[in-house]
């Protein structure tokens, strides 16, 4: 007997699931369970809450957005993509150079319209090999007017000692290490010079040479062009269909934003490129209206914000898309293209890169649970083993349903065998298990409804179901008032009170 009541008890919390079968927490508590000496009577006592029909899963991206007042938004989130500029604006790790007397010119500019004013360095070494053939000492001294720390210029002295007999001098010096120190460029150019004298006066030396290694940057100032990069498309799964089997679903005002943060210090823009998607039955569509190629312009810290970082929120929207008609059919996965901008409209202005200078992005897609559904049908399958359940006569189900839920809910459960073939169905057809909760005319629920259910499973239905059942499905079809042409706000307080009561006729 045992066995009887638990798999009828399972039955009658499987009327009332239809995303999930596998977690009966979904459907709230069991107040009761009551015997008599003749009637085994498993009574349900429960209310259902929306939000416990949207419980998250660590296995995805979306999640329920519930506000204060109890309002609503199915969110689908994801890491956008991200440009970091430390492969884009690089310097030369390891420059050669030569040093004259009149100045060396040394380009540190990088080869990507990025106009270099000033570079705050990190890391560096520089290395000189000097040379002469004069037969007197020569003190030389080395000089980069470009290279300061604490406003000072970059200075080294080297001595050529004299030995009679023994040929030109030459000497190394270095490496010296110059991080911490600032490059102001002229035109993007560093100066290598020398002065070098002996006792009889000003000395040309037969060589001066040398090498700045490890170049790394804190931060480079400058002003850049108008450059875009093209950035890796962002795809979202939307899994609100998984389970999808026919009808419409429609979201009253639907929105994409995307938040970018930038702690690059010049002005940039995001783009929406592209925006496209595939709907259950993989076919495509794509967004257009005004956002697409619209330049979006982003917050970005200025130049005594080093270190800052800003953040934009970008919006798709029903005022600068279609967005509307876009989400209504019945989307799958988007497929967004995006691209940076540096500098729109003013290339000339100065700003600022530091060594971990990125525009990153966060892209949140907003349903809001607001709008209408017309014959939306869900079904899902699951392992229910009910076979070999004896002794059973007759068995008839009592549901008392109060609706504060604006949505009409059809059900229908299919007993299958293990080779998947149905056996029977709880009803004769799709069971209009409780009408929709009565809405005013912006969509709120302004009274419930209520409706009671009798069912009852002969003996030979009873004798097949319970020998034979290894699978169900359960079938849901929703509908919003006005067969789905009226907008409902769904609420994370609405609720449905559900109690449901069992009489078991059994074989002594």
Avoid: H
């Avoid at 009253?252 to 595939?278: C, E, L, Q």
């Avoid at 009592?398 to 009409?408: A, E, K, M, S, Y």
């Amino acid at each position: 007997m045992t066995r009887t009541f638990k798999q009828l008890f399972l039955l009658c919390l499987l009327i009332f699931i239809y995303t999930s079968c596998e977690d009966l927490e979904n459907i709230g508590d069991i107040d009761e369970v009551a015997i008599d000496a003749q009637f085994a009577l498993p009574i349900i006592n429960t209310k259902l809450t929306l939000d416990e029909l949207f419980e998250e899963d660590d296995d995805r991206q979306s999640f329920l957005d519930i506000a204060p007042d109890g309002s609503m938004t199915i969110m689908f989130d994801t890491k956008g993509p991200e440009v970091a500029f430390v492969d884009v604006i690089t310097i030369p790790s390891s420059i050669p150079f030569n040093a004259t007397e009149n100045g060396f010119k040394v380009n540190l500019q990088p080869n990507n319209g990025f106009d270099v004013s000033e570079i705050e360095l990190k890391s560096g070494t520089l290395q000189f090999s000097v040379s002469s053939s004069m037969e007197e000492n020569v003190d030389v001294t080395l000089m980069i007017p470009e290279l300061t720390s604490d406003g000072e210029m970059f200075t080294t002295n080297v001595s050529l000692e004299y030995t009679p007999g023994s040929g030109p001098m030459t000497k190394s010096v270095g490496p010296m290490d110059v991080s911490n120190y600032k490059i102001t460029l002229d035109n993007g150019e560093m100066t290598i010079m020398y002065s070098a004298n002996s006792a009889s006066g000003s000395v040309t030396l037969d060589g001066a040479s040398g090498q700045a290694n490890g170049f790394g940057y804190k931060t480079i100032k400058g002003s850049w062009t108008n450059e875009i990069f093209t950035l890796p498309n962002e795809i979202i799964p939307m899994d609100i269909y998984d389970n999808w089997q026919s009808g419409e679903l429609t979201f009253a005002d639907p929105k994409i934003r995307i938040d970018v943060s930038s702690n690059v210090g010049f002005p940039s823009a995001y783009v929406f490129d592209a925006v496209s998607a595939t709907n259950v039955n993989n076919s495509g569509s794509n967004l257009s209206g005004a956002v697409i190629g619209m330049v979006n312009e982003l917050l970005y810290p200025g130049l005594t914000e080093i270190g800052s970082t800003e953040t934009t929120s970008i919006y798709v929207d029903k005022d600068n898309s279609n967005i509307d008609d876009f989400f209504a059919d019945q989307l799958t996965e988007l497929d967004i293209a995006l691209s940076v901008q540096t500098n729109p409209n003013n290339p000339t202005l100065e700003g600022f890169i530091t060594d971990d200078a990125s525009i990153s992005s966060d892209v949140f897609v907003e349903l809001p649970v607001y709008g209408k559904a017309s014959g939306f049908t869900l079904i899902n399958e699951f392992d229910a083993d009910i076979a070999d359940v004896e002794n059973i006569k007759e068995a008839e189900f009592t549901i008392d349903i109060v609706n504060g839920i604006p949505v009409d809910l059809d059900v229908q459960l299919y007993f299958k065998d293990d080779q998947g073939i149905i056996l029977d169905s709880l009803f004769v057809d799709n069971m209009q298990l409780i009408e929709s909760a009565v809405v005013d005319g912006n969509g709120d629920v302004s009274s419930t409804t209520t409706n009671t259910i009798i069912q009852t499973v002969n003996e030979s239905r009873a004798q097949i179901i319970f020998n034979a059942t290894k699978k169900m499905d359960i079938k849901a079809v929703l509908s919003t008032v006005n067969d789905g042409n009226t907008n409902v706000r769904l609420n994370a307080n609405q609720e449905m009170d559900i109690q449901v009561g069992a009489r078991i006729t059994v074989q002594d």
